[in-house]
């Protein structure tokens, strides 16, 4: 049986409906932050999609020098407090540094250890000392069952609130690809698991000083992984992805998110239904 994680008003695990994650990879004005929210929140409310809004104050794991990280930590967080209490909403938000951890506690409901942080001890544990439930993304270089490493040090603060997400695993040089077993795999370990749909289709430093990808392919991965029984999907969405200033080319263009939402819901009730816990 996956535990049931309470996020602000959310449940997320056990056999309840989908959640979805969703935002903007970074903040780049708090005009752009609004109206990602303002047109999720209407797209959520209308197909009854739980939703916790997702993004980043800072981006400290690029490739390159030159390229954008977000607005930083005080004026991120303003904008983010600003707006969660406008809107209403659960937020999750990225850790980097162990210095930002109480920071981000009093703001987020959920905080997130990124992926290529997954086997920093000392950060996962500064996170999970909160008490705050943890989201872990999977790191592109790790197996699945490797996550049980991750959980028991989460575990041995007395946490039990935690995600997990997968996101793609290393395919060569600059690429990603997608074993779907390793949702079922991650899922048996008993917490609920998270497909980051957006992330996966990454090409990582493939435009040289900035990331590449493949958006196009979002839908379909999406599909199969909420096929497989997944708890929740995390999808980076913008208003005009090709004008971000942070991971453009996996983004999903704002408008066509509630088409997809439409055909996700479907499938996650059949595999609900048919496949009780």
């Known amino acids: 049986m996956v535990k049931i994680v309470k996020i602000g008003h959310i449940e997320i695990g056990g056999n309840r409906p989908l959640v979805l994650i969703a935002g903007p990879c970074v903040i780049e004005s708090e005009d752009q932050v609004r109206k990602t929210i303002e047109g999720l929140k209407e797209i959520t409310g209308e197909i009854n999609i739980p939703f916790i809004f997702k993004s980043s104050y800072d981006k400290a794991n690029r490739t390159s020098i030159k390229s954008y990280r977000g607005l930083g ?90 995600l997990l997400t997968e996101r793609g695993s290393c395919f060569g040089y600059n690429n990603l690809v997608v074993d779907m077993k390793s949702l079922p795999i991650i899922r048996s370990f008993g917490y609920p698991v998270v497909f980051d749909a957006t992330h996966s289709v990454q090409k990582p430093g493939g435009k040289g000083t900035t990331t590449a990808g493949e958006r196009e392919y979002v839908p379909f991965l999406a599909q199969a992984a909420v096929a497989t029984g997944i708890d929740g999907l995390f999808l980076e969405v913008h208003p005009q992805p090709e004008k971000a200033l942070s991971d453009g080319p996996n983004m999903i263009r704002l408008s066509r998110v509630k088409e997809l939402l439409e055909r996700l819901i479907k499938i996650d009730k059949v595999v609900k239904t048919t496949c009780k816990e």
């Open 73 to 162: 930590l005080d004026k991120g967080l303003e904008i983010l407090e600003k707006v969660k209490r406008e809107f209403d909403i659960p937020l999750l938000v990225d850790v980097h540094q162990i210095e930002e951890v109480k920071l981000v506690s009093k703001v987020a409901d959920i905080l997130q250890v990124p992926a290529f942080l997954c086997r920093q001890t000392d950060l996962i544990i500064s996170i999970a000392k909160t008490g705050k439930p943890i989201n872990v993304k999977k790191g592109q270089f790790l197996a699945p069952w490797d996550m049980q490493n991750v959980i028991e040090k989460i575990e041995s603060t007395g946490n039990k609130n935690i």
